[in-house]
């Protein structure tokens, strides 16, 4: 699901360019900015903002990413993922969303800060643009910058969700996933269905015999080496989020579909 033609068709420069004007425009003071892009590897987009007069010597990363998935076709009529509408109180458009806010929102607090005349310290604003394809290079790409980036003591990752616009909001976790490769072979060779059919072991059978043995779909458990113990504070937050958000907020909002 990965555009094929990311390094010739120039989007990701595009994202890049339409980020750095509107950045330039706030007139941040003390910011420069570097790009690190080794041979084969999409850009990663370093902002250093000096830390001002009377800061301390404290550190601050910013994260983002400014590249997109795959953005499926419009929600209803009139409504797209690369033309932005306003909608009452709603933006519609793929990148309002999922990280598509981070540079802006980074770079605002500073300028606000800076308006307000309030100390800030060293912060790097940094943007890659592999996110969605897993981060291949993310880890040599650091590496490269790692002078320019410096040793931050505090890194906000700018790329979750909120509850409301009242809080400040911190996720203490995200999803797992575990990945891996199955090939299940039978047969020497490949086979005609209509010759074989009930000599040779139908493959798809005994991979889901294996499925079932780490995650039994009948009964739901899940083989004993999976399961864990739910850490005291992450059930204390589980039940002062229910009591906030209510059933509506965390049943009734997902939409199934008819006879699901």
């Not at 806010?101 to 943007?127: C, D, E």
């Not at 320019?148 to 809080?167: K, Q, V």
């Not at 015999?209 to 399961?227: A, H, I, Y």
């Amino acid at each position: 699901m990965v555009d094929p033609e990311y390094q010739e068709n120039g989007l990701c420069e595009q994202a890049m360019k339409l980020v750095d004007d509107y950045i330039n425009k706030l007139e941040i003071k003390g910011m420069t900015k570097t790009v690190f892009q080794p041979e084969g590897m999409n850009p990663l987009i370093v902002y250093i903002i000096d830390k001002s007069e009377g800061a301390s010597d404290m550190q601050i990363m910013f994260y983002g990413h400014l590249d997109k998935q795959p953005w499926c076709e419009g929600w209803h009529e009139g409504l797209g993922p690369i033309d932005p509408v306003i909608r009452g109180d709603y933006l519609f458009g793929r990148g309002g969303g999922d990280d598509g806010y981070a540079p802006f929102s980074a770079m605002l607090a500073i300028k606000n800060a800076q308006m307000q005349g309030a100390t800030h310290p060293r912060i790097a604003v940094v943007l890659e643009t592999e996110e969605e394809s897993g981060s291949p290079n993310l880890i040599n790409l650091l590496t490269v910058a790692k002078d320019c980036i410096g040793n931050p003591d505090y890194l906000f990752c700018m790329d979750s969700g909120a509850f409301d616009y009242e809080t400040m909001w911190l996720t203490s976790s995200l999803r797992g996933i575990t990945l891996c490769d199955m090939t299940v072979q039978a047969g020497d060779a490949g086979y005609h269905s209509g010759e074989v059919g009930g000599v040779v072991p139908e493959t798809f059978r005994v991979c889901r015999e294996l499925l079932s043995r780490l995650d039994d779909s009948k009964t739901g458990k899940m083989m004993d080496e999976l399961q864990t113990e739910i850490p005291a504070y992450a059930v204390k937050e589980s039940v002062d989020m229910s009591a906030l958000a209510g059933r509506a907020g965390l049943v009734e909002k997902y939409k199934m579909v008819e006879g699901a």
